[in-house]
């Protein structure tokens, strides 16, 4: 069972995918990237989240995300599996999905969970910055779909969080006010956030959300 945690770099990886052989880090590039496993092909819930994921991949991509899913089958059920997809989910799946049948790549991420189940991969992801770090792993069990809306949300206060020097607070989203990290003293926080703050608390400081850099 793999110990990754996060801050962790993301082990590298060559794959057969249902695109063709792909090596991890080249895929991804300078950019992030979101990496997220299923039990097996042509299961209900996995096909409903393939299908959500291909409509939802240019929020991904404005967002500099690249996808790639995986699944222990191999490619040949992969590209039979994906027609399905398209067709009852009315999309075109538009990503790799890894073939993963020696289980390699999932027992390298720790995606299988005996005490869950031996054999299947729960469903799990990780969300990859361009340095390679892991910043985020979701473990849901392979009974309850993931929210993509969530997924976005995350990335979201991820890719504000890695350059300014705040935090997002419960249920923020895009355009919320966001709290002042309390390493910022201040005087520094009149010269970092212009459009001011309020002091909640000494440790409590509300500013609106600056611009991403």
């Not at 299923?38 to 991509?61: M, Q």
């Not at 361009?130 to 849901?140: H, R, S, V």
């Not at 966001?178 to 409590?204: C, H, Q, T």
Request: aromatic share 10%; glycine share 6%.
């Amino acid at each position: 069972m793999s110990d990754l945690k996060l801050g962790d770099k993301a082990p590298n990886f060559d794959a057969e995918t249902s695109e063709g052989k792909i090596n991890f880090y080249d895929y991804l590039g300078d950019g992030w990237g979101i990496l997220f496993s299923h039990p097996a092909d042509y299961t209900p819930v996995c096909t409903t989240e393939l299908g959500t994921a291909a409509k939802y991949k240019e929020k991904f991509a404005e967002r500099n995300v690249k996808m790639m899913a995986l699944s222990v089958d191999g490619v040949e059920s992969h590209k039979g599996w994906i027609q399905d997809i398209n067709e009852t989910q009315n999309t075109n799946v538009n990503f790799p999905i890894i073939a993963d049948e020696d289980k390699k790549i999932s027992n390298l991420y720790g995606m299988i969970h005996p005490k869950a189940d031996n054999t299947l991969t729960v469903r799990s992801v990780y969300v990859i910055a361009p340095d390679k770090t892991i910043k985020l792993m979701i473990t849901y069990p392979a009974s309850t779909g993931r929210n993509f809306d969530e997924l976005l949300r995350v990335i979201d206060s991820l890719q504000l969080t890695a350059y300014q020097k705040v935090a997002t607070p419960a249920n923020w989203r895009e355009g919320d006010d966001v709290v002042i990290s309390p390493a910022v003293s201040n005087d520094e926080a009149k010269e970092l956030f212009p459009k001011g703050f309020k002091e909640v608390k000494p440790y409590l400081r509300m500013t609106p959300q600056p611009e991403k850099k």
